[in-house]
């Protein structure tokens, strides 16, 4: 059990009966009335983001999931495949476990979330941040950089991104995997 003081970005509840994580939260101390907390919860099955308010001080049921890095394999009609690189055990994971499917290369580690008691995998997670190559774009122009206008481009992977108007085919850049927006150009 914890409380609302205990809430953390990534912190699993067992919340209606399903597991969900925190992906926001923010402690409201209003003027008139008791203090509160706002959260944006995950389904961890669904993938679905709920808004709900917890009273402050309010206990919670929370589940332990352990974070384990795995690389990964391939697709196939099973779904994903990611290999644990210690034991070399393989696990496959549908769907709808993988939210950032189209900007994952082969070879990329991501962290896989487990439910400690029954060891059943519940979702996979990438870094922060993601390197790409972009593959095609319209040419953009030289100095180019003044404003904060955007294009389309395809990454490697084939999903498709805004880039700023400076940005040409076969340029590496670092894509932010939570809203899929260009953080820099790599080198």
Not at 113 to 133: C, D, G, I, M, R
Request: glycine share 6%; proline share 5%; no cysteine.
């Amino acid at each position: 059990m914890a409380t609302t003081a205990d809430f953390r970005n990534g912190l699993v509840l067992n919340y209606n009966g399903e597991l969900h994580v925190i992906t926001e939260f923010q402690h409201v101390k209003p003027g008139k009335g008791p203090a509160f907390v706002r959260t944006k919860l995950r389904n961890i099955k669904t993938g679905r983001v709920i808004d709900n308010t917890f009273n402050a001080g309010v206990k919670v049921e929370t589940a332990r999931v352990e974070q384990r890095p795995h690389q990964y394999l391939y697709k196939d009609d099973y779904g994903y495949t990611f290999m644990d690189n210690e034991s070399f055990e393989q696990v496959v994971l549908p769907e709808a476990m993988v939210p950032f499917a189209d900007i994952m290369k082969e070879g990329q580690v991501a962290t896989i979330l487990f439910h400690a008691e029954t060891e059943q995998p519940l979702t996979a997670e990438l870094p922060t941040t993601v390197e790409l190559v972009v593959t095609y774009t319209e040419p953009g122009l030289k100095g180019d950089t003044a404003t904060n206008t955007l294009k389309p481009a395809i990454v490697e992977t084939g999903a498709r991104i805004q880039v700023p108007l400076f940005i040409d085919t076969d340029t590496k850049i670092r894509i932010k995997t939570s809203d899929y927006s260009y953080v820099e150009r790599v080198k």
